[in-house]
């Protein structure tokens, strides 16, 4: 069945780079991917306000930093070298320090000085050395996974680790940023890859969603990490001990899967959203003999429905009802829960899924004004919505009624047939936003408020290619709170609560800001969540490239 829009609403049915103003005289972001250097011991900041005493801990980030080697240069953003950031907040003072990781891909790398392991969006040739039998039968063999890890910072028993979409991990000294053991998914569970995205629960486990694939076909698997033993002896080694394939998720299409890189949590279900961004498995294993990279296999197919999958994560029980909408693409959720017998689900969500491709370096790098203009207006927005799946459907659900019956929700769910629900979303947001260039990067009061009723989320504008805005969203009012000023690249917005805090809001949001216009001019911005008003800044004198993700590592 293919759905003409996600939306009762005749507007959702333009696209929402249609919907977000055009863009004119855009600076250059060439600077934010800029290879840099590592500042490893740390070094102190110099406050402007005031960084609030109960702070203690350090915002961690990750990100490319490094986009050559020798005369060889990377194609894509994604593919740049892994730089580890912590800034240590306590007492009010802040120092900074950084580090590449020490993945293989780096350091042999470094070793040859060119690019001798394929990334996202770059092939390695072949090795210049080896004669011309050895080169051409070397483009047959497919190119070892990469363990430059440089999406996120992730939690597994207690220990951190760097993670990127393979097989490999890294685990890091959050403290020191010291690279420990690469870590290989496939040695404790039958999975090809993981997210960067795992999500944990409220006893310590840690789940993920990983690939695998082979004569039975393609699966999408949902994978638990059980809590630390407390009664174990601590050893300095990474612990995936208990990890477990929990369901398995049979591809819609097995020779076109879906490309993901996060999931939906839930305190009862986990939602795998397998969307029209396909892989196609052909090219897949013919990329090497054609010189194309990974990010060449990547298409949008929106003659393809988005589908839900639902998944208790007691039983792994996975619902035998088809809950699908019109083709769309989600990279970050923003929070689900129940609410008397529906799954409420927020998302950033697109309509155009080529988008993920479009981020070469070269496109980054353009021209300030009518080439990077031309540039982010072709890039499609990323707007909050709200789907609400009902989660007792059966043969004696009536068809072709909406199922929704909870107030103050705008989202329908129809059952079309027996075992099929077609959802239309609710718009999170009202007009304001467009004028922000719609969001992404969102986040929560996490430890508190996911899987459960919540009200706010922090997230990027993207007024730019880059974001150049944070934005606290009221999901009950739609009513936005922004930090904005012109030349200012504001990271990922990372919530801490306050101690003892009563509401949801109360804490702080902590975000590194960059800008293009003047060299070593970052600085760490805090502000009061509750009011998204600046209370201070800890500015430091080196270069930062635009990043991913980061995390707030609490100390004791």
């Given amino acids: 069945m293919q759905l003409i829009n996600g939306c009762s609403c005749a507007l959702c049915s333009v696209p929402s780079r249609q919907r977000c103003p055009q863009a004119s005289g855009l600076e250059t972001l060439a600077t934010l991917v800029s290879s840099v250097e590592e500042t490893p011991d740390p070094i102190p900041t110099t406050v402007q306000g005031t960084i609030p005493t109960w702070i203690n801990g350090s915002f961690l980030r990750n990100g490319p930093a490094k986009f050559e080697f020798g005369e060889d240069r990377y194609v894509h953003w994604f593919d740049g070298m892994a730089m580890m950031h912590r800034f240590h907040i306590k007492d009010g003072n802040v120092t900074y320090s950084s580090r590449f990781l020490r993945s293989d891909s780096y350091v042999k790398n470094t070793e040859k000085n060119r690019i001798v392991m394929s990334e996202f969006g770059t092939l390695a040739l072949p090795d210049p050395c080896k004669n011309i039998f050895a080169r051409f039968f070397s483009r047959f063999q497919m190119p070892e996974a990469t363990d430059n890890a440089s999406v996120n910072f992730v939690k597994y028993k207690g220990d951190y680790y760097v993670s990127t979409e393979t097989n490999y991990m890294r685990r890091i000294n959050p403290q020191s940023l010291e690279t420990k053991e690469k870590v290989d998914w496939t040695k404790f569970v039958a999975v090809n890859s993981a997210t960067a995205h795992p999500h944990y629960d409220q006893d310590g486990a840690t789940y993920n969603m990983g ?18 033993d407390e009664t174990a002896a601590k050893t300095d080694c990474a612990d995936l001990s208990g990890a477990e394939v929990i369901c398995s998720i049979p591809a819609a299409e097995p020779r076109k899967p879906s490309y993901y890189h996060s999931f939906v949590m839930s305190e009862n279900y986990i939602v795998f959203v397998e969307q029209p961004i396909k892989l196609d498995l052909l090219k897949f294993m013919l990329y090497r003999i054609q010189g194309k990279s990974f990010h060449k296999v990547m298409t949008w197919e929106p003659k393809y ?21 019109a083709p769309m693409f989600t990279l970050h959720q923003i929070n689900a829960y129940e609410d008397n017998g529906f799954l409420v689900m927020d998302m950033c969500c697109g309509d155009d899924g080529n988008a993920v491709g479009e981020f070469t ?10 080439e990077m203009d031309k540039f ?6 990323n707007l909050p919505r709200r789907y609400v799946l009902p989660l007792n459907v059966d043969e004696q659900t009536p068809l072709d009624q909406n199922l929704i019956s909870l107030n103050n ?4 769910a129809v059952k079309t047939k027996p075992k099929e629900v077609v959802l239309t979303h609710e718009e999170l947001h009202d007009d304001t936003l467009l004028q922000y260039g719609g969001l992404e990067f969102p986040q929560i009061n996490y430890t508190q408020y996911n899987g459960r009723p919540y009200r706010y989320f922090y997230s990027c504008g993207f007024g730019h290619v880059f974001s150049d805005s944070l934005l606290k969203m009221d999901v009950h009012t739609k009513e936005l709170k922004v930090w904005r000023f012109p030349g200012l690249y504001p990271s990922e917005p990372v919530f801490v609560a306050s101690p003892g805090a009563t509401e949801e809001d109360d804490g702080v949001v902590m975000s590194v800001i ?22 201070g800044r800890a500015e430091v004198p080196v270069n930062i490239p635009y990043g991913t993700h980061g995390v707030f590592n609490e100390m004791g």
């Avoid at 695998?212 to 990490?225: A, E, H």
């Avoid at 982010?376 to 927005?381: G, T």
């Fill in 211 to 228: 690939n695998s694939y082979g004569k039975q076909g393609f699966f999408y698997n949902i994978v638990r990490v059980p809590p630390p």
């Fill in 305 to 325: 429905n988005t589908i839900f999958h639902l998944v208790n994560r007691h039983t792994g029980k996975a619902s035998e009802v088809r809950y699908q909408c």
């Fill in 361 to 370: 370096l070269e496109n980054i790098r353009r021209k300030s004004g009518e």
């Fill in 376 to 381: 982010y207006n072709d890039l499609c927005r």
């Fill in 409 to 412: 929700y705008t989202a329908t």
């Fill in 514 to 535: 960059i800008t293009p216009r003047k060299e070593k001019s970052t600085f760490l911005l805090v502000l009061d969540a509750k009011t998204f008003i600046e209370l």
